[in-house]
């Protein structure tokens, strides 16, 4: 057992069991050792982490031998230099419909099979269909991906809350297992997607949980960029509007962080928690160390008074 135990849950009604934190790998191993890369997924799993999310983006470094996808390639050749067990772990990647419909969900599922090295995923997370794609019909695609074994459930990401609903009714009227789980960005400055009231409903229909993702907003939640900081992915970012509401909770973040002994960023992974609806957080690191940091979150609430998380909950609050 990992000293900090990140306490399984349910991920919906897949059967399947996932960590309360959860490790991404969006824009971040391309841009690492591969050593370093490699000790990132150790640590996760030593930390307790089971649950692994990749996704097929393009090439940012002008030196990837293929212009999208090479993301992939990076997740398995680290996930087997890290000695990772296959059948002990739950991995998830995405279906964009970027080529749909000359590619449909097999082809572009056996793509990043092939990419990945792996005979199969256990989650696969459709992004709302592209114009001219109905949403019942995806639904009938991810079915057929089910019933031939090439995923072992399915679950949302990034949907708003009326086509989500439709999603779950198309899956009941066609008798489709029900999506597990729907991810969703969530934070203390970005709360509405999450705690829609109609999003509360398709999630309670289907029994699905949030895969909460974007909690620390790109790291300005951390309080990293208080001191001035030029470098990291949000530095040239911070005068854009869509940044304003964490940096102006940021300071507020950082100064309860110091009141209770802690940092901004386990209090910013901790919020999530406070919502029921929410199975594991998703978090992306750069070194293992972060891991070991960022999964302090999920034992972080047992530790604060009421009155803590009612401070921490009002920051940000609009």
């Not at 419909?97 to 572009?108: I, L």
């Amino acid at each position: 057992m990992p000293a900090n135990c990140l306490r399984p849950r349910p991920l919906g009604s897949s059967g399947m069991e996932v960590s309360a934190m959860s490790l991404g790998s969006w824009r971040t191993f391309e841009h690492l050792p591969a050593d370093t890369g490699a000790a990132i997924l150790a640590a996760a799993t030593d930390e307790g982490i089971n649950f692994f999310d990749d996704a097929r983006y393009n090439d940012e470094t002008g030196r990837a031998p293929l212009p999208t996808g090479y993301s992939e390639v990076l997740f398995g050749e680290l996930f087997r230099a890290a000695g990772l067990r296959r059948d002990e772990v739950v991995v998830a990647n995405k279906l964009w419909w970027e080529f749909w419909p000359e590619q449909n969900a097999a082809a572009e599922l056996d793509g990043s099979l092939a990419r990945m090295g792996f005979d199969h995923l256990d989650l696969i997370y459709a992004n709302p269909p592209p114009e001219g794609f109905a949403i019942a019909d995806m639904v009938t695609a991810v079915g057929g991906l089910l019933d031939g074994g090439k995923a072992r459930a399915w679950a949302m990401v990034n949907w708003p809350a009326g086509p989500c609903g439709e999603a779950v009714a198309a899956a009941v009227e066609q008798d489709v297992a029900p999506p597990c789980a729907v991810q969703l960005p969530y934070s203390l400055v970005r709360r509405s997607w999450v705690e829609d009231p109609e999003m509360i409903r398709a999630l309670h229909a289907a029994g699905a949980g949030v895969v909460a993702s974007f909690c620390l907003e790109g790291g300005v939640l951390s309080g990293k960029y208080l001191g001035g900081a030029t470098t990291g992915r949000a530095a040239a970012t911070l005068g854009d509007s869509r940044a304003a509401p964490a940096v102006a909770a940021a300071p507020g973040l950082a100064a309860l962080a110091d009141a209770l002994g802690t940092t901004a960023a386990t209090l910013a992974l901790a919020f999530p928690f406070t919502n029921t609806d929410v199975t594991t957080v998703l978090f992306g690191a750069t070194s293992p160390e972060q891991v070991r940091a960022n999964c302090a979150a999920a034992s972080q609430l047992d530790r604060l008074s009421p009155g803590d998380i009612d401070r921490l909950t009002r920051i940000g609050a609009s």
